[in-house]
């Protein structure tokens, strides 16, 4: 399999773990860069931050354009929001930049797993069916892709998850966002629930909170 290309952040040297982050529809690897050195981490816990960039596909609810995307979206309902196909291909893409990194000396309870949105659903479906055990899932304004999966997933179910949502998120309502944390909490996994007067975005008092969290999953 062929990775996909990323760009890499290391806040020292010789990291000890791993944050690997997915982008949101239309975006690039690019897009959350920045805030690493807004995370102010601590010279005495050197990470390696990963930021893929998804392949490009046409997206049908932007009538057919080719874009950066993790999977297709028919539709902006339950059952055309995630394309299976796509969703299992780039679960697929995660694996592969997972076990990169262990190949690269991390220990995979020391990879955290991240995504905004698109990126988000990608990455709570790879730690769904994980066949290693993680150091954290931090799924940002996104949801569960395929809940239709849960019951049959394997994945390890002890490790710590970070969700947040804007309140005023348009694009995935809240509501979307919440019933997935009930669904993980339901499902075993212990979720730290964050929601902010914001829309499809990203606001600082969020990255207070990111930090914090990624602080106490590397302690």
């Known amino acids: 399999m062929q990775l996909p290309e990323t760009v890499e952040v290391t806040t020292g040297e010789n990291p ?7 982008h949101g529809l239309g975006a690039d690897g690019r897009d959350f860069e920045p805030i690493v050195p807004e995370l102010r981490l601590p010279a005495e816990l050197p990470l390696r ?3 893929p ?3 490009v596909r046409p997206v049908t609810i932007n009538g057919g354009m080719a874009m950066r995307a993790w999977y297709d979206i028919l539709s902006l309902d339950a059952q055309g929001r995630a394309d299976a196909k796509g969703v299992h291909e780039s679960t697929a893409l995660l694996e592969a930049l997972i ?3 262990i190949e690269r000396g991390i220990e995979a309870d020391s990879i955290v797993v991240a995504g905004f949105s698109q990126g988000g659903a990608i990455a709570i479906n790879a730690v769904l069916h994980s066949k290693v055990r993680l150091a954290g899932l931090m799924a940002l ?3 569960i892709p395929l809940p239709g999966e849960l019951d049959a997933s394997a994945g390890n179910r002890e ?3 970070f969700m947040a949502h804007g309140s005023f998120d348009p694009m995935i309502q809240m509501q979307w966002g919440r019933a997935s944390a009930e669904t993980l909490v339901k499902a075993g996994f212990a979720v730290e629930w964050h ?3 914001m829309a499809h975005a990203v606001c600082p008092d969020e990255i207070d909170d990111i930090r914090a969290w990624l602080l106490s999953v590397f302690k």
């Open 16 to 22: 000890v773990g791993s944050v690997i982050w997915l």
């Open 99 to 101: 076990s990169r990194e």
């Open 49 to 51: 931050f990963v930021f």
């Open 141 to 143: 304004s996104t949801y």
């Open 159 to 161: 490790l710590p998850v």
């Open 195 to 197: 929601d902010y007067p």
């Open 53 to 55: 960039h998804a392949p």
